[in-house]
């Protein structure tokens, strides 16, 4: 540990505090050679106290889903019973112990949470990952999920990653960036490791070029002969510094006897690590090695026989597995596919059977189609689209072959791979295929573009494969033509809403439902009808859609995939109870099929009622759910940018929170542009339009609000709020054409509506460019309106304009009561800039009330606050940490610094501080 005694004191520190019952992970970080699993084996002398269990990622299982997590998680399972039922159901499915629906890989971190857990019960737990860089995909995502979870558990997670390297998913974890020694420890490894004399410029030399690197230093130093080490003799080299330690290895390789050459190659191909298989696979090779014969005794100093089978270093399997010729891979792998239990692991079987074909086989393509069927099965995406892509490799038949790198493309592409996917379509559409097959490539190539291109070329895209699919399969043609409005609403830029229509008057074109129309069909028409016709005439088709939407005859798959639009229409309508009822039913029907992958959707439609409804903290809380979601399950969907970071704009406008919304704001404008998200800008520009108006800045006001409406017909802010902030900014900076026209635009909407929320919003806006008696008639309908409904802030608002017009027509006590209540409002809201604007008015009506703050004492975090609201509703702390992705220890250590700062004692108090 020459030189790392910082280090090995931070170790120190992570061990000590997992030993007081803390959670701690780190992420080790270094260039190959620099003493990462050196400082891992110190760890691990250390933790003898402790239970260990460890992995090494390895190179030729990134593709298997599951590899990792399954090895590290194996000693444990004897635990499984102490899970939750459906993450004990979640975790046995993905590790193929059972059979069962695929599961979410949220509840599979939370399991592998639990299962820590559990196993750290009695004594700590040290889980060590290495070579964290080539952990398969889906290992790394819910490692890392565990990880950032590390809190009140006895647990420590340590991974050690290779740079350079791509482990995104362990970004954000504590970092140990583990650098070369410095040249003074540098001399003293290469002094101990060539006692006679060395001549001080090749030392000098050697020490520059393996920048500190312990082991470059050996091994760059035994390149070279006594005399070039003793006299200064040797040629330098360009080459890589990895490269020349693989060099050295592969050097050693071509030394060594040809059984013992095979054992190494065998073991490299072999990444468990089981030494009865890697047994059993080498008696299978034509030389019959065995754990007796002398190729053991050959490769000690490079392979550790004992328990697992593993290498020294890293570098030493890929040199080993490189300097092999493809004919020698192609034996090892035959003898491993021969010697694995194909009742007890048919898919690595399958997998070294592939590596083992070099011609097509329609006997392993089958078998690798079959892999991927139970891949899928297991929730292992990246796994079934890998046995895909290599069973149509395999496939002689032209024609199959295509659809197998069909089903590969979509596999990859529901795995999170589009680049990979795009790749093999060229392999899909080659061959005898016929038109439904092109069909569904250019329709596929299609999804890909609206989740990657930044042309935003995907709407056309679409149009046209569904106009491809409306001979062949109408019900695919026209689920193709929803999908295509939805990317024509999300990408549509300012000025640009004749090409949404122009989607729209597609659809509408598309070849008729049939006489029983599916809810697929009501949506579609109705969306169609919307964006091309007047709100009157599309109104009724609006209205059927959402009734049959909401019965009980659409089934769960259906309302997953299409909720979107229905809560569209709902907007559209301004149906707020509609609204209301949907946001329910989606978070609800989400958390019961465990898909939590559309949670993040789920839950943003929720928190746009709860800030309707002035329900802020509700609405902070499930804004940080989506964070951790997103977080935990890597989640980049196609839903946009304001899954992301939409909602916390939304919260800090209300809130007047300027700084903090403008830099918001800027992020997401530059970015949605960049990727041609244009209901992202007009969202973000009305959000800034709302700020503004609270503020009492009116020119900002009306200039956000105005390029927010730019995107009309663009769903949502821009057609139905954008309007409403344009006329109060436009009235209030004295532009009341302005205001009118955007009033006119607003009353298309709200009038073919029968609600009191249009109803009142079109009063109010009315009202703010009527004067006299019709003025007083109107702000008085739109209150007496909005208080038959939840809508507390637009409530607010109204007592808040009528307060303003009531103190400009001299009505002082009658604009008191009402500036009052509007500031009484906001303040219980927690919309501190539109409170400011009320005290101010109020103050100009000669009030002389002091200004309310919210007593709050010792602030809840907003982790806090989801713990209260949820044991509130009676949850369980089990329930809690399933639904927050957190341990129970995690629940009740929160809970326990919840009753402090409200000065209680018990879960049957947190109602009496509300």
Known sequence: MLGRRAECAALDRLLEAVRAGEGRSLVVRGEAGVGKSVLLKYLLDRASDCRVVSVAG???????????????????????????????????????????????RVLIGLAVLGLLAAAAKDRPLVCVIDDAQWLDRVSAQVLAFVARRMFAESVVCVFAVREPSDAGELSGL?????????????????????????DEQVGGRIIREARGNPLALLELSRELTHTELAGGFGSPTAQTLSGRIEDRFRWRLERMPAQARRLLLLAAAEPLGDPALLWRAAARLADGIGPTTGAVAAVDDMVDFDGRVRFRHPLMRSAVYRAASPQERRGVHRALAEATDVEADPDRRAWHHAHATAEPDEGVAAELECSSVRAQARGGLAAAAAFLERAAALTPDSRRRAERALAAARTK???????????????????????????????????????????????????????QLEPLDTGL???????????????????????????????RAAPPAPVTSHVVDLLLDALALHLTEDARTAAPAMRRALAVFSSEAVSAADKLRWLWAAYYLAIALWDDRSCRELADHHVRLVREVGA??????????????????????????????????????????????????????????LQGRQAEAEQLANAMMSEAASCGEGTTLAASQWLRAVLYNGLGWYEEARSAAQQASAYHPSPGAAAHWAPVELVEAAVRSGDRELASRALDLLAQTTRASHTDWARSIEARSRALLSEGREADILYREAIDRLQRTRLRVDLARAHLVYGEWLRRERRRLEAREQLRTACELFTAMGMTGFAARAHRELLATSETARRRTVETGDQLTPQETQIVRLARNGLTNKEIAGRLYVSPRTVEYHLRKVFAKLGIRSRNQLDAVA
């Open 596 to 653: 939590l992958a559309v949670l993040p959707l789920a839950l943003s439609t929720r928190i746009n009622v709860h800030m309707l409804e002035g329900e802020l903290a509700e609405a902070a809380s499930l804004n940080e759910e989506i964070q951790t979601v997103i977080a935990a399950a890597g989640v980049r969907t196609s839903y946009g940018l304001l899954m992301h970071a939409g909602c916390a704009l939304a919260l800090a406008a």
């Open 413 to 467: 592409l529901l795995a999170g791979a589009p680049e990979p996917a795009l790749a093999l379509l060229a392999s899909a559409q080659a061959g005898p295929v016929d038109e439904l097959h092109l069909a569904r490539v250019d329709l596929l190539r299609a999804e890909i573009a609206f989740g990657t291109d930044p042309v935003n070329l995907a709407p056309s895209m679409l149009l046209k494969a569904a106009r």
């Open 174 to 198: 504590p970092l140990m960036n583990l650098v070369g020694l410095r040249d003074m420890d540098a001399w003293a490894v290469l002094r101990r490791a060539f006692p006679g004399p060395l």
């Open 58 to 104: 390895a190179q030729s299982e990134m593709e298997l889903s599951f590899a990792a997590v399954h090895q590290l998680c194996a000693p444990m399972l004897d635990l499984l019973d102490s899970l939750p039922e459906p993450q004990r159901d979640a975790l046995c499915t993905a590790f193929g112990l059972r059979a069962g629906p695929s599961p979410d």
């Open 477 to 507: 043609a026209r689920e193709t033509y929803l999908q295509a409005l939805s990317a024509a609403m999300v990408t549509i830029r300012s000025g640009e809403g004749g090409r949404l229509v122009e989607v729209a008057a597609a659809t």
